[in-house]
């Protein structure tokens, strides 16, 4: 697999379909608007258009019936802009100097999560501290089958984890957010969410690193390399970390902030096409993340009333002029809620909740995070990592060089460029509800999701402050603007290399190893039990983001033993009221265990991954107990036994047969520490040397029965980590080395 050509071809392919789809509207922008400007502002209006378009399909129809409307709503978009510039009402120009510049933002924003995909070799998807991968790969695949009306209705037991995830999210008040739309680009690429949603998120990132470019060059009303700076820290630490945490919906409200500025800031001038697309990126925020429209509202509510206090000021208005702003506004609600009736009525319910819990219900489930206030601008404007707040800046130098400095440069940008007060009237709307959130309620989660679009707006603010510093054509001042890009991109550019070693050392990465050999599957509507994957410290991504792939491949047939509780393993893989997810008819087996022997015939092996078919009617699959290392610093498959390190018994299930047939597991384990077994009904053990043979008699019902076996050791550590860039290995000493199931009679 070659990774460049498919985070390529993936990141491309959805960047086309934004840009097709978002150049009918931004043909209609005002022609106050450039071209280069309405070229970089495309991709978001197409976001808007395909978010709005398929999260209105799929409420009535799954996204595999209706994925052919994507490429005629876009053909159709495409033609309108290409009719617009035939006939023309739209010119286009786009010099060499514009090209480079679009070309820089594009490889800065691009280039920190895509060499991480690539240093990985896998296209994603990635669970590092927040596991929410899981979550938007199994909704967006959930849709491929299952309306929102029909998926609301069904209840447990569900057919497969992906089912059980899409039908209780469905079930909620939750945005839909961009997953139908990605959805529809999976079908017409062959592939599934597991393939696509890194990829595809990187792509949304850079649709908001070119809003900034935009709005830079918009504002300066010049060819400023100013706006590629604020472009460029798209790519910065703030939006790695949130990538790597797969905060899907988050990235896409910020994505579309800075166009709706500029693009609010167009309709205060009275045009009705500027009223029209304004509505159309409201739809869009409806559509992604509704937490940000009460952001939106004030902060455009604070402008409104600035600018009719300024009005006064200069002579009362006719009523004429009234009137036609009232209408305007009227417009703009109006067709915000008409472009996406779906998602509107979904954000009814979802304020409605929200207004309850900041009433007096609790907020449980959620993060707990330390954010001082002495360290949180240093987080929005990129020159701290957001886990490491609670440290802060290390001293009065660190602290001027990344929070004062940057600060005087926005402050610069202030005083350069007045009608800058927009981004300060959003900044303060955002630390306003964070305030709110957490004077009512103690919600350091909600105080930081409310305080995420001040992030987007420092990084234009930067490139503002930039801008004018030049502008002032003093030799100084221009040494000061070289001196603030300078230590910007030091200081931002040295986080993100910080936070990628992180990333690349802690994070769990879908490994490409888990495709090629599930790949040799000789039936596509198999049954295949998912084995060893829950036994790992980063088992609560990996597990279900394995099983997830292999529901993509198998048309939702992966069985998966959930009993033990090991790593917190089954946290993201269903609703606590899910019965089972074993199915005890599978055929084959992909194993995370590839270095421990069974009776089963290996079809495919890649390092530790293996695929194996069942050779008998009866078959052991372990259930707790073990720990196994990271596929990519470890590719020998080996299990280390962990049971009593983790408070519980090595356990296994005994999978088919019949309760009245008595059936023994025979396990082979291989120990360099004294091992000491307590007595135990139905448990024989022989040790000859540094070899243990043990023998387990099955208990409960066949098909699913279970074999437990305590022990004791003095497990051997691995050495003391470097935290920040390490995740820990199991502790040795005590090996599994085989297991098989046996009948008849058993001899250890």
Not at 343 to 366: E, H, K
Not at 460 to 474: D, E, N, Q, Y
Not at 488 to 494: A, P
Not at 726 to 737: K, S
Request: proline share 7%.
């Amino acid at each position: 697999m070659n990774i460049w050509i498919d985070l390529a071809t993936r990141e491309g392919v959805f960047l086309v379909v934004l840009f097709a789809l978002g150049a009918g509207p931004a043909s209609f922008l005002s022609a106050r608007i450039d071209s280069v400007v309405r070229l970089a502002l495309t991709p978001a209006l197409g976001m808007c258009v395909g978010a709005s378009l398929t999260v209105t399909l799929v409420q009535w129809a799954p996204v595999d019936h209706t994925y052919w409307v994507l490429p005629l709503a876009a053909a159709l978009s495409l033609a309108v802009a290409i009719w617009r510039v035939v006939r023309g009402r739209l010119a286009i120009s786009l010099p060499k100097r514009e090209v480079a510049q679009i070309l820089v933002v594009l490889v800065a924003v691009l280039a920190p999560a895509s060499t991480l995909l690539h240093q990985r070799n896998t296209v994603g998807p990635v669970a590092w501290n927040v596991y929410d991968a899981v979550g938007y790969v199994s909704e967006i695949d959930g849709q491929q089958t299952q309306p929102i009306d029909v998926a609301t209705t069904l209840r447990p037991p569900w057919r497969n984890s992906t089912n059980a995830y899409w039908d209780v999210y469905a079930s909620g008040v939750q945005n839909i957010d961009v997953s139908a739309l990605e959805g529809s680009v999976n079908d017409l690429l062959g592939l599934g969410a597991t393939d696509t949603q890194s990829p595809f998120l990187i792509a949304i990132l850079l649709v908001g690193g070119l809003g900034a470019f935009a709005a830079v060059r918009h504002a300066t009303e010049s060819r400023s390399w100013a706006a590629v700076l604020a472009g460029a820290l798209f790519g910065g630490a703030f939006f790695l970390q949130l990538w790597a945490d797969s905060s899907e919906a988050g990235i896409c409200g910020l994505a579309l902030l800075i166009p709706f500025l500029v693009v609010g800031a167009e309709a205060l001038r009275g045009r009705v096409a500027d009223c029209v697309i304004l509505a159309l990126i409201g739809a869009g925020y409806l559509t992604v993340y509704p937490l940000f429209v009460p952001m939106i509202v004030l902060g455009s509510a604070t402008v409104l009333g600035v600018l009719g206090i300024v009005r006064l000021r200069r002579g009362r208005p006719a009523r004429r002029e009234v009137l036609g702003a009232a209408w305007r506004l009227a417009l703009v609600l109006g067709l915000t809620a008409a472009f996406t009736p779906v998602a509107f009525a979904r954000a009814l319910s979802y304020w409605r909740t929200v207004l309850n819990s900041l009433s007096g219900l609790p907020v449980s489930g959620l993060p707990k995070y330390h954010l001082p206030i002495s360290v949180l601008p240093g987080w929005l404007l990129q020159t701290h990592e957001f886990y490491l707040l609670g440290n802060g800046p290390g001293g009065a130098v660190s602290f001027a060089l990344t929070v004062l400095a940057p600060l005087v440069v926005i402050a610069v940008g202030f005083g350069w460029f007045p009608r800058a007060f927009v981004g300060l009237a959003f900044a303060a709307a955002c630390a306003l509800l964070a305030e709110y959130v957490w004077v009512k309620q103690s919600c350091s989660y909600c105080v930081q999701r409310n305080l995420l679009p001040i992030a987007p707006l420092a990084a234009v603010m930067l490139g503002l402050g930039v801008a004018a510093l030049w502008s002032i054509r003093h030799p100084l001042a221009r040494l000061g603007a070289a001196l603030a890009v300078v230590l910007i991109v030091v200081t931002v550019g040295g986080r993100v290399l910080d936070e990628r070693r992180a990333i690349a050392g802690t994070a769990y990465f879908l490994a490409s190893s888990d495709r090629t050999t599930l790949a040799h599957l000789p039936q596509r509507d198999a049954v295949v039990e998912v084995e060893g994957f829950n036994e790992n410290v980063r088992a609560p991504g990996e597990l279900p983001l394995v099983v997830a792939l292999v529901n993509e491949r198998t048309g939702g047939h992966a069985s998966v033993v959930l009993d033990a509780p090991d790593y917190s393993a089954n946290a993201y893989i269903g609703p606590p009221d899910q019965p089972s997810l074993t199915n005890p008819a599978y055929r084959f087996v992909l194993t995370r265990l590839a270095g421990v022997a069974t009776d089963r015939r290996t079809l495919s092996r890649s390092g530790g991954i293996s695929l194996q078919q069942r050779t008998s009617s009866l078959d052991v699959t372990p259930a707790g107990g073990l720990g196994v290392p990271m596929t990519y610093l470890n590719h020998s498959g080996r299990a280390w036994v962990q049971a009593p390190l983790l408070g519980e018994p090595l356990s296994f299930k005994l999978i088919g047969g019949s309760t009245a047939a008595p059936a023994w597991v025979h396990i082979s384990l291989v120990t360099s520490e004294p091992i000491a077994f307590p007595r135990q009904p139905g448990v024989t053990v022989r040790q000859i040397g540094p070899q243990v043979g043990i023998c387990i008699r099955a208990t409960g019902d066949a098909p699913v029965r279970t074999a437990d076996v305590t022990m004791s050791f003095a497990a051997i550590y691995p050495p003391p980590l470097h935290q920040k860039y390490q995740v820990a290995a199991p502790a040795e000493g005590v090996r599994l080395a085989s297991m098989s199931a046996v009948t008849g009679h058993c001899r250890p």
